[in-house]
């Protein structure tokens, strides 16, 4: 049940059910509905307790008017079969509802404006089964509120525009977020991607990407899959933590990290040394290299990890780029004419812009900024080098993903050009030959004839396959049938056969442009004459085991052609497949009748490469693997080695315990991004992985056999883990998803003097005092704890040992505190005694309440007239609290404080570029970076226990800084 500190709350009508549907709209609004025809197919598969629902929606529109706030049956189709029937999850839980046979219909809404002025996304109101589930991010441009059953129900359902007329907006409602998709006009949706596919995952199954179980048993281990349903939330988070940095003129500062990084050289280097933990290693290789006279020396490109070198085709690896200023890699190639020269683009699926080209001139040993501004602000899709000189090469540009948001990321004035660039000075000197969003090039053997995509993910004119026979001083555009498709031309890969280059394959997406299958595979064709004057080209249909193509839930997708036989064509998105030449056939994972699938590798493939004679090399969301083409029998082999790109959102450090009641090795927990949860075992060295999906907060327990953490797997979970339940058990079945989506990151904090009460921060902070004592996972009672906030930060005072102080931080830039357990709050920053800036961070000292250190996002030029990341207060409690700048002297998003619980003068703050530590509460301090053993990688979380200080990156895993002569023996 869920309780509020006032009166109980009703448990949600998803347990009684009811099969009737009703609309409420504004007195004096008028209807159209007619008849919903709902078609939903949908398939089942699972394998180590991972499972897949997906289904289609189809609708259609009749016409009959009745009178607002008049309940309507609406039958479903009468059509329906064992084939097409009401969606509902497998195996439910004792929670879930009977299906019901009524939706939502299509209204046409009629009158003056609904809610005149208002455009905060409330409105209108549709009422399925009564759970309510609100919008992840804003509508601008409609109103409107959804509610939706948690178990075994859809809903379609339209919203209004700001004018008070409905533009035939369709909102297909999903567990793991939502989508829109718009009819007829524009819509802008921040923080979802506009598909019309949905993901379930039903509370009882187990395995990776979903959780739970009946009674206290809780998931499983994963296997080698992943959930693409977190593409959804990855999304969404992309999107609050480029919020945060932009916030609040919706901009970066150019040249925002080299403007830090000059900062930082002129900066006092810490004594600390911090050394790698060696994961988690699960993290998302977004390009690859292969030495063609070496075939054991790999490079490869961390998503944002940055550069990796192997000599023992991946055995071990070695980081390379670590000091650089942007570890998002998109793109590697070798000079095929000296192989000790390698060029590698930047920008990939990262928050901040590319910096450009770096180049190594030691086979990828050493690296270094050759691109100046030319690239700066924008991602390199690909490059490829002349196969005659290593001084001539080409790359394909487009904007930044945070394109997707308008003017995100880029001031006012001139905004970096994207589009083909050519240089033939070995990268001195860059020459734009096609503008537009290029998402591909390929060149022929002889240069310079080349094929380009422009392929912007929403959709342009420019969209399309152009050629040049003169290495770009005049493009021609190649006509071809996806110009024709319905949906409109999305992102375009190429791919050119290596046995003979007259065979070209061109691969589109359809535009997210609210048309169409947006984001699915608008077509795949292929020509055998690609250098002839008028190219023919021919599609290749789709005729997989699934009725889900290679692109579905991927922002990019790969295509690669065979060596030696130029019909086999290689497709990688969520899975991989190959082409024959006449079938298309699952290559990473086996589609079996039952609807179970076993996994060859990890899911979300970025890029693939050949390693002579005959294998294939693919880098995906896990790392890396490689199968031998010249075998059919042979199997896919890891080849991940040492790789260390686990992307971090939070972590927790458990020290070595002696006593002989409860001897515990030492023990690290991290929320790993599209990797679930992962445990290290310090004795071993060795890290385990618990749970898959999104990990978010996590945290240990009193003792080494317990914990907690919030994760993302198709819904949002909290977990808990006893000693039965080694891989946890959710815990949140009780709390409206509204609730799970509403915060700023899944915040959840123990009380250090009580780890049975925890906070959760949600759309309302959410607080349990029973959560480990609860007899089982069913018992454990939240309460609300706030008012309706959306939090981005929570906080326990230690020294409070009553647990009945703490502070949250919300998405309105406002910090609150309590010290009665949150019977009341009081705001902490009233008017503009901080930046109005996102406090990313809240620690209070461990000797009093009094004392709150609060840790900000963006940048100074956000905020002018006041700047600062990190700000103390020495009065919390008194009424009109005075807040003092202690920020690092650093411009530079600030992710978290921390305070040592021993020595309260000791903060350490985690930034975007490295942690800085102060020994004086912050009157000087000392910087930690890549001169220190720490990668230029964001620090999003710190942990300190007494032997030292434990710093979870995203995109380099966990790194340490200890102090072994302070705990001899202990970790």
């Not at 693939?608 to 075998?631: F, H, Q, S, T």
């Not at 963006?858 to 920020?887: C, M, Y």
């Not at 790194?959 to 023996?969: A, E, K, Q, T, Y």
Request: charged share 15%; glycine share 12%; hydrophobic share 35%.
């Amino acid at each position: 049940m869920i309780r509020s500190n006032h009166r109980t709350v009703p448990e949600s009508a998803i347990n009684r059910g009811s099969p009737v549907c009703r609309r409420k709209l504004p007195d004096g609004a008028r209807i159209k509905e007619g008849e919903v025809a709902m078609r939903m197919k949908y398939f089942f598969s699972q394998t180590k307790g991972f499972v897949w629902v997906t289904f289609f929606l189809v609708f259609t529109l009749l016409g009959s008017t009745v009178r607002a706030d008049q309940p309507m049956d609406i039958q479903q189709d009468s059509n329906a079969s064992e084939e097409f029937m009401p969606l509902r999850a497998p195996s439910p839980g004792a929670n879930a509802v009977p299906p019901v046979t009524c939706f939502a219909g299509s209204y046409e809404i009629e009158g003056p404006p609904l809610f005149p002025g208002r455009s905060d996304g409330l409105g209108t109101e549709v009422t399925v089964l009564g759970v309510q589930m609100s919008i992840p991010g804003a509508c601008p441009e409609v109103l409107g509120r959804v509610r939706l059953g948690l178990h075994g129900t859809s809903l379609l359902a339209h919203w209004t525009s700001c004018s008070g007329t409905l533009r035939n907006v369709t909102l297909s409602a999903r567990l793991d977020g939502f989508t829109c998709r718009l009819l007829d006009g524009a819509l802008i949706l921040p923080g979802a991607t506009r598909r019309f596919q949905a993901h379930l995952k039903p509370l009882s199954e187990t395995g990776d990407g979903t959780v739970g179980g009946d009674g206290d048993g809780g998931g499983t281990p994963a296997g080698g899959g992943s959930n693409s349903g977190t593409i959804q939330m990855a999304f969404q988070r992309y999107y609050l933590s480029l919020s945060q940095r932009t916030a609040p003129k919706g901009y970066m500062p150019k040249g925002a990290l080299s403007n830090a990084n000059r900062q930082i050289a002129a900066m006092p280097i810490s004594f600390d040394r911090w050394v790698s933990l060696g994961g988690p290693a699960e993290g998302a290789v977004n390009a690859l290299a292969v030495d063609p006279l070496d075939t054991a020396h790999w490079l490869a490109g961390g998503a944002y990890g940055g550069i990796w070198e192997t000599h023992d085709a991946g055995a071990t690896w070695t980081p390379r780029s670590d000091e650089q200023l942007s570890l998002a890699i998109s793109a590697i190639a070798f000079a095929p004419s000296s192989l000790n020269v390698v060029y590698a683009g930047t920008g990939s699926y990262g928050i901040y812009p590319g910096i450009g080209i770096l180049k190594s001139i030691d086979g990828g040993a050493t690296w270094g900024l050759i691109s100046g501004q030319t690239f700066a602000g924008l991602g390199v899709s690909a490059i490829r080098v002349s196969a005659s000189s290593p001084s001539v090469a080409v790359v394909s540009t487009m904007d930044h993903i945070a394109s997707l948001f308008p003017d995100a990321h880029f001031p006012p004035g001139p905004k970096p050009k994207p589009g083909v660039y050519a240089t033939d000075t070995g990268g001195s000197f860059w020459n734009l030959t096609l503008q537009g969003n290029a998402t591909d090039v390929v060149i022929h053997p002889t240069w310079p004839w080349l094929y380009a995509a422009l392929g912007a993910s929403k959709g342009d004119p420019s969209n399309g396959v152009y050629r040049t026979k003169n290495n770009g001083t005049k493009w021609d555009p190649i006509s071809g049938p996806w110009s024709g498709k319905s949906g409109g031309v999305g992102e375009i890969k190429l791919a050119s056969a290596p046995s003979n280059p007259n065979t070209l394959y061109v691969s589109v997406r359809d535009a997210y442009d609210g048309k169409g299958k947006d984001g699915r595979l608008l077509g795949l064709w292929k020509t055998t004459n690609a250098w002839d004057d008028t190219p023919v080209w021919t599609e290749i249909p789709w005729n997989g085991p699934q009725n889900t193509d290679y692109m579905v839930g991927r922002t990019f997708h790969t295509i690669t052609v065979h060596p030696t036989d130029p019909h086999i064509l290689y497709a990688g998105g969520v899975f991989l497949y190959k082409y024959d030449g006449a079938q298309w056939h699952p290559y990473s994972g086996a589609f079996h009748s039952d609807g179970s699938i076993d996994y060859f590798t990890h899911v979300d493939h970025n890029a693939l490469a050949w390693v002579p004679p005959l294998n294939l090399l693919d880098g995906n969301d896990g790392g890396v693997a490689m199968k031998n083409e010249d075998d059919e029998g042979s199997l896919w082999q890891g080849r991940g080695g040492n790789l260390v790109l686990g992307a971090l959102y939070s972590g927790d450090v458990k020290p070595a315990s002696l006593k002989e009641e409860e001897p515990a090795p030492a023990a690290v927990l991290a929320g790993v991004v599209d990797s679930g949860v992962h445990l290290m075992d310090v004795s071993v060295g060795s890290w385990s992985k618990l749970l898959g999906g999104d990990g978010m907060d996590v945290f240990f327990g009193a003792n080494s056999k317990r914990g907690g953490w919030s994760l993302y797997g198709g819904t949002p979970y909290l977990m808990r883990r006893t000693t039965g339940t080694p891989n946890g058990a959710t815990v949140s079945e009780s709390i409206p998803v509204a609730e799970l989506y509403g915060g700023g990151g899944f915040r959840m904090k123990p009380c250090p003097a009580n780890d049975n009460i925890v906070l959760f921060g949600g759309d309302h902070l959410l607080r349990s005092d029973n959560f480990f004592s609860a007899p089982t996972r069913q018992d454990v009672v939240w309460t609300v704890n706030s008012a309706s906030l959306g939090i981005v930060a929570v906080a326990f005072a230690s020294s409070d040992t009553s647990c009945q102080t703490y502070a949250v931080s919300d998405k309105n830039d406002k910090v609150y505190l309590t010290a009665d357990g949150g019977s009341h709050w009081k705001v902490l920053n009233p008017g503009s005694q901080l930046p109005a800036r996102t406090v990313e961070s809240l620690a209070f000292s461990p000797v009093s309440a009094d004392i709150l250190y609060a840790a900000l996002s963006g940048f100074n030029e956000g905020t002018p007239g006041q700047p600062g990341h990190l700000f103390r207060t020495g009065d919390a409690k008194d009424a009109t609290p005075i807040w003092t700048n202690v920020s690092p002297p650093v411009n530079i998003p600030c992710n978290v404080v921390a305070v040592h619980p021993s020595f309260p003068a000791t903060i350490y703050a985690g930034t975007d570029l490295g942690v800085w530590v102060s020994n004086d509460d912050g009157a000087t301090w000392y910087y930690s970076g890549a001169k220190s053993g720490l990668p230029n990688a964001p620090v999003m979380d710190l942990a300190i226990d007494p032997c030292g200080v434990t710093a979870f990156t995203y995109g380099r895993g966990a790194f340490r800084n200890s102090v072994p002569f302070v705990c001899p023996g202990f970790f």
